[in-house]
């Protein structure tokens, strides 16, 4: 007999299934969510939880690695009984009692899970196929836990329990020592380190009751949105209505779309927009902890901005700029008390991107910076704190790809092809021609123009490119429906890239005729200057440890998880290999170049995870 009354997951959940009852909190959770980690349940888990709730919901359990509560563990059959947190004790205790009477054949509850799985030979076979193609089209081919895990179910399908057990941990053990599960179970690790960092910043931070944004554009709404809905009240000030009008039309939008599916009630939505207050002055802004600066991507508008607020609010007030290239430093000029200002820098869309890069400026005080970190993670974000340098990490590691990008298309390069491949072959979410049209083209220009003022040995081109091509021709992306492919909406309204031949009449006179590359020169091509620059970001302290780059760079960027980020990436190549890789492309100029501590770890094979 167990009794569930926190969060079971993984071994905790196969510990209880090694009972014969269990009874839930109707506030506990429980799952099996190994496959994260590039491994599946090797603690009996797979061989109970098929006999206890037959093939269909094991593998659901199981493949999907979800976390579950207990409407859904009871209607499943994981658990028998689901009571009041405060009736736990009572009633698992009243079950054994019932149990030591007589009253319930516990041993007959037992048996099931002894024994071999009960369905007939055809109907066996075709259950686990149908799982298998299920679970391969959603997990793709680079994520090959969830279907080991359903090859292991069926093997043990005919065997009583101890010996599944046995087949079971052999499958186990040979998953465990995969590439995948190594790279998955160091973004754990990381990802635990990260929210430990997050936790000291927290003990220095100052409480913030009050926050505000500036700029009531989709990317100030939603900042509002995701600050009201994890509880703290903020106010949006603009400049006039209609602004005023979009932001509350995003916080609205999206909250509706959380009562929509049943995540929200409409009570709680009212309650979650009440804490939003928008307003054209600063009049209210006496009692406001921090204020997140969201306007134009304008180096002089955000100063005289940043300047106004600094002398609408009180002495203490720290002031944080949404900047996603924008020297920190640089926009402290403004300001007399340059200390309390920071960078604050979303994602976009904010209610699904994950990070948040704190960015500390030359004057920037730890208070500063520990309260950002702190709000960050209060609205459910993860921070991680970077030094001030053009484009910061997640941004200045991106061009290097992009110039890759542009000069692959004017060396003759398909971008259909590259984005293909980098998306099948390599693991990214969407190539760099999707990429930029999800971004924004003009977006894209503007932050070019700075990393080559920035970095103009690596990022400043001698040539024109087919991004700027896509630009002068007002073709700017999914925000017009026009970029390096057209945008229709599906029958659900959403936006659906369709190719539009008259991109390759557009970008004819600055690309080479086109020709067909091979895969992993394309792969090298974009990814040598990704890592390389990303590489000169740790070694210039830009990012404190490579942990923290490898999870900005997922998190930010959708780097592909089970490749394990970037210095995982070149670990598994060997920093030796990947040195003599970079001189293989070194003639496309100094974005190739191997730094010197680089080509020094190579002569020993040095590793950056030790």
Same mark, same amino acid.
């Given at each position: 007999?167990?009794?569930?009354?926190?969060?079971?997951?993984?071994?905790?959940?196969?510990?209880?299934?090694?009972?014969?009852?269990?009874?839930?909190?109707?506030?506990?959770?429980?799952?099996?969510?190994?496959?994260?980690?590039?491994?599946?349940?090797?603690?009996?888990?797979?061989?109970?939880?098929?006999?206890?709730?037959?093939? @269909?919901? *094991?593998? =659901?359990?199981? #493949?999907? $690695?979800?976390?579950?509560? /207990?409407?859904?563990?009871? %209607?499943?059959?994981? !658990?028998?009984?689901?009571?009041?947190?405060?009736?736990?004790?009572?009633?698992?205790?009243?079950?054994?009692?019932?149990?030591?009477?007589?009253?319930?054949?516990?041993?007959?509850?037992?048996?099931?899970?002894?024994?071999?799985?009960?369905?007939?030979?055809?109907?066996?076979?075709?259950?686990?196929?149908?799982?298998?193609?299920?679970?391969?089209?959603?997990?793709?081919?680079?994520?090959?836990?969830?279907?080991?895990?359903?090859?292991?179910?069926?093997?043990?399908?005919?065997?009583?329990? @101890?010996? *599944?057990? =046995?087949?079971? #941990?052999? $499958?186990?053990?040979?998953? /465990?020592?995969?590439?995948? %599960?190594?790279?998955? !179970?160091?973004?754990?690790?990381?990802?635990?380190?990260?929210?430990?960092?997050?936790?000291?910043?927290?003990?220095?931070?100052?409480?913030?009751?009050?926050?505000?944004?500036?700029?009531?554009?989709?990317?100030?709404?939603?900042?509002?949105?995701?600050?009201?809905?994890?509880?703290?009240?903020?106010?949006?000030?603009?400049?006039?209505?209609?602004?005023?009008?979009?932001?509350?039309?995003?916080?609205?939008?999206?909250?509706?779309?959380?009562?929509?599916?049943?995540?929200?009630?409409?009570?709680?939505?009212?309650?979650?927009?009440?804490?939003?207050?928008?307003?054209?002055?600063?009049?209210?802004?006496?009692?406001?902890?921090? !204020?997140?600066?969201?306007?134009?991507?304008?180096?002089?508008?955000?100063?005289?901005?940043?300047?106004?607020?600094?002398?609408?609010?009180?002495?203490?007030?720290?002031?944080?700029?949404?900047?996603?290239?924008?020297?920190?430093?640089?926009?402290?000029?403004?300001?007399?008390?340059?200390?309390?200002?920071?960078?604050?820098?979303?994602?976009?869309?904010?209610?699904?991107?994950?990070?948040?890069?704190?960015?500390?400026?030359?004057?920037?005080?730890?208070?500063?910076?520990?309260?950002?970190?702190?709000?960050?993670?209060?609205?459910?974000?993860?921070?991680?704190?970077?030094?001030?340098?053009?484009?910061?990490?997640?941004?200045? !590691?991106?061009?290097?790809?992009?110039?890759?990008?542009?000069?692959?298309?004017?060396?003759?390069?398909?971008?259909?092809?590259?984005?293909?491949?980098?998306?099948?072959?390599?693991?990214?979410?969407?190539?760099?021609?999707?990429?930029?049209?999800?971004?924004?083209?003009?977006?894209?220009?503007?932050?070019?123009?700075?990393?080559?003022?920035?970095?103009?040995?690596?990022?400043?081109?001698?040539?024109?490119?087919?991004?700027?091509?896509?630009?002068?021709?007002?073709?700017?992306?999914?925000?017009?429906?026009?970029?390096?492919?057209?945008?229709?909406?599906?029958?659900?309204?959403?936006?659906?890239?369709?190719?539009?031949?008259?991109?390759?009449?557009?970008?004819?006179?600055?690309?080479?005729?086109?020709?067909?590359?091979?895969?992993?020169?394309?792969?090298?091509?974009?990814?040598?200057?990704?890592?390389?620059?990303?590489?000169?970001?740790?070694?210039?302290?830009?990012?404190?440890?490579?942990?923290?780059?490898?999870?900005?760079?997922?998190?930010?960027?959708?780097?592909?998880?089970?490749?394990?980020?970037?210095?995982?990436?070149?670990?598994?190549?060997?920093?030796?290999?990947?040195?003599?890789?970079?001189?293989?492309?070194?003639?496309?100029?100094?974005?190739?170049?191997?730094?010197?501590?680089?080509?020094?770890?190579?002569?020993?094979?040095?590793?950056?995870?030790?």
């Amino acid at each position: 007999m167990t009794a569930i009354n926190g969060v079971a997951l993984g071994g905790g959940l196969e510990m209880t299934l090694s009972t014969d009852f269990r009874v839930m909190s109707e506030k506990a959770q429980v799952g099996l969510p190994e496959v994260k980690l590039g491994i599946f349940p090797g603690f009996g888990g797979t061989v109970r939880m098929s006999r206890l709730i037959g093939v @269909d919901n *094991a593998v =659901e359990w199981i #493949a999907g $690695g979800g976390q579950h509560k /207990a409407d859904k563990a009871i %209607a499943d059959g994981v !658990v028998d009984a689901v009571v009041a947190p405060e009736a736990l004790r009572a009633s698992a205790l009243s079950l054994v009692k019932q149990c030591i009477d007589g009253k319930i054949d516990y041993q007959a509850k037992r048996e099931p899970k002894l024994q071999p799985l009960t369905l007939p030979p055809m109907e066996n076979m075709m259950s686990f196929q149908t799982c298998m193609a299920m679970v391969a089209q959603k997990a793709g081919k680079h994520y090959p836990a969830p279907i080991a895990a359903i090859k292991a179910i069926q093997k043990h399908s005919g065997m009583k329990r @101890d010996q *599944a057990i =046995e087949v079971e #941990a052999k $499958g186990f053990a040979k998953m /465990a020592k995969t590439d995948v %599960a190594r790279n998955l !179970v160091g973004l754990f690790l990381n990802d635990q380190a990260l929210k430990k960092t997050a936790s000291q910043y927290e003990k220095r931070a100052k409480e913030v009751k009050q926050a505000a944004v500036l700029g009531a554009g989709i990317m100030g709404g939603g900042i509002a949105y995701q600050s009201a809905y994890k509880g703290t009240p903020i106010i949006m000030k603009d400049i006039n209505d209609p602004a005023l009008d979009l932001g509350m039309s995003e916080a609205t939008k999206l909250l509706a779309k959380r009562v929509d599916r049943k995540k929200m009630s409409a009570v709680e939505m009212g309650t979650t927009l009440s804490r939003i207050r928008p307003t054209l002055n600063y009049g209210d802004f006496g009692g406001v902890s921090i !204020v997140i600066e969201a306007v134009v991507e304008n180096p002089k508008i955000k100063k005289a901005v940043l300047a106004e607020t600094e002398e609408n609010v009180t002495e203490g007030t720290i002031i944080a700029s949404n900047t996603s290239t924008i020297s920190i430093t640089e926009l402290a000029t403004a300001l007399k008390k340059p200390e309390n200002f920071v960078g604050m820098h979303f994602f976009n869309p904010v209610h699904r991107m994950p990070l948040v890069e704190v960015i500390r400026g030359e004057k920037s005080s730890e208070e500063a910076v520990a309260t950002t970190v702190a709000l960050a993670k209060k609205m459910g974000k993860t921070p991680v704190v970077v030094n001030d340098c053009p484009g910061f990490l997640v941004n200045r !590691v991106l061009f290097p790809y992009f110039g890759g990008f542009s000069m692959l298309l004017r060396d003759g390069a398909d971008f259909q092809q590259v984005d293909k491949i980098m998306e099948k072959k390599y693991g990214w979410p969407m190539g760099p021609a999707y990429l930029c049209d999800v971004v924004g083209i003009d977006t894209c220009v503007h932050a070019a123009k700075v990393m080559a003022e920035g970095f103009p040995e690596r990022m400043q081109h001698d040539f024109k490119d087919a991004i700027t091509v896509m630009f002068e021709e007002n073709r700017y992306g999914q925000k017009n429906d026009l970029g390096f492919y057209k945008y229709e909406l599906d029958k659900k309204g959403r936006q659906k890239k369709v190719v539009d031949e008259k991109t390759y009449e557009l970008i004819n006179d600055v690309t080479a005729d086109q020709k067909a590359f091979e895969e992993e020169d394309i792969i090298n091509r974009l990814m040598i200057p990704m890592c390389l620059e990303t590489v000169r970001c740790y070694e210039e302290g830009i990012v404190a440890s490579v942990a923290d780059a490898d999870m900005a760079l997922i998190m930010g960027l959708g780097f592909p998880p089970f490749r394990g980020g970037v210095f995982r990436y070149i670990d598994n190549i060997g920093t030796k290999a990947f040195v003599e890789l970079c001189d293989q492309y070194k003639e496309l100029g100094s974005a190739y170049e191997a730094t010197d501590k680089l080509r020094e770890m190579a002569k020993t094979n040095e590793t950056f995870y030790k």
